[in-house]
């Protein structure tokens, strides 16, 4: 039965104080408390209202690569439509259902989205297409995981970066997994917070949700491509399949007192399926590989032009003798947006039109 406790301010301690005692009194053991963070690469004072978590947050939230995730693409390439996925729609949605999940096992929420929201902040334009190109062509490879922490410890504030925590830094270099294992095995490839593994699991169920209900919007593929299996075990719908992975993998991981953070046997089997299912008929599929063809040419035109120009490299990278002329080349093509890299391309590569009065 619900009840109402008579709450009263403690005026002997921060605002910030109090929260972190009362997340110490509310969550989950296994929870990281904000008051334990092993703490920043660079020592600040601790603030008065927000913990360190709200944050890093914050500074995630209010930094220029975060605002250009809305021009940046999920699978489609420089979408027209109003209703397809960006790659900050897709944080978004990844924060929701990682926070739903992280106050139903009683887990640091706020840790939980900073992890979420900053997780993509180094993906390329063009989607995964533009990783696979810059992997090809920068001498160094490229994983966008990586640069995600790149650009909060190093790029974001002119050099300064974002000085984020080491549990959110963490969280953001582990959440990837490409085919791989949604849960690894082992210890040293999971994120060392619960949290960060919600946000792992839960960057999962979002993107093979709603890259489907974008693929079934482009016409990608048809409500009858759908494995039978899926549908079986996970619904008919977008809100159903979302709905059955969230609830499956909280319970699941109640279970064990989140001993194990996963889904259980038969949703995590559906779940690879459907993602094997995507892979197959919409990430390889011959409309994106079209698409990736032209996308390739215009990242490698604008990497060799760069590398050939390198004074014209944005100045919002700075300009240190330790950092290569690949190195520069490639953090700044990474941080292009898909409509700031056509627009380049079509200023440096294509015939302008003349104003004749």
Known sequence: MAYRNEFRFNTSMTIREQTEELEARIFHKKAC???????????????????????D?????????????????????????????????HVLEVSQIARTIARALRLNEDLTEAIALGHDLGHTPFGHA?????????????????????VVDFLER??????????????????????????????SDRAETLEGQVVRVSDLIAYVNHDLDDALRAEVIKESDIPGKVVKVLGDTHAKRIDVMV?????????????????GKDVSEV?????????????????????????????????????????????????????????MVCD??????????????????????????
């Not at 008929?281 to 590398?307: G, T």
């Open 33 to 55: 408390l904000s008051s334990m963070s092993k703490g920043r690469s660079a020592k600040e004072k601790e603030g008065e209202i927000r913990t360190a978590f709200q944050r």
């Open 57 to 89: 947050r914050d500074r995630i939230i209010h930094c220029k690569a975060f605002r250009r995730l809305k021009h940046k693409t999920q699978v489609f390439l420089a979408p027209k439509g109003d209703h397809y996925r960006t790659r900050l729609t």
């Open 130 to 150: 533009g990783e696979m190109i810059l992997r090809e062509i920068h001498p160094g490879g490229f994983d966008h995981y990586k640069q995600s922490l790149r």
């Open 158 to 187: 002119n050099g300064q970066g974002l000085n984020l925590t080491y549990e959110v830094r963490n969280g953001i270099v582990k959440h990837s997994k490409g085919k791989g294992l949604i849960t690894p095995k082992k210890q």
């Open 247 to 263: 609830k499956d993998f909280i319970y699941n991981s109640r279970k064990t007192d989140l001993e194990t953070m996963e889904m």
């Open 271 to 327: 779940a690879y399926i459907l993602r094997d299912f995507l892979y197959t008929n919409v990430y390889e599929s011959q409309i994106i590989r079209h698409e990736f063809i032209k996308a390739k040419k215009i990242l490698k035109d604008l990497y060799e032009y760069y590398l050939n120009h390198i004074d014209e490299v944005s100045v919002d990278i700075p300009v240190v003798k330790k950092i290569t002329r690949h190195r």
């Open 332 to 357: 700044f093509i990474a941080g292009m947006t898909d409509i700031f890299a056509l627009m380049t391309y079509e200023k440096l590569f294509l015939p302008q039109q003349w104003n004749v009065m």
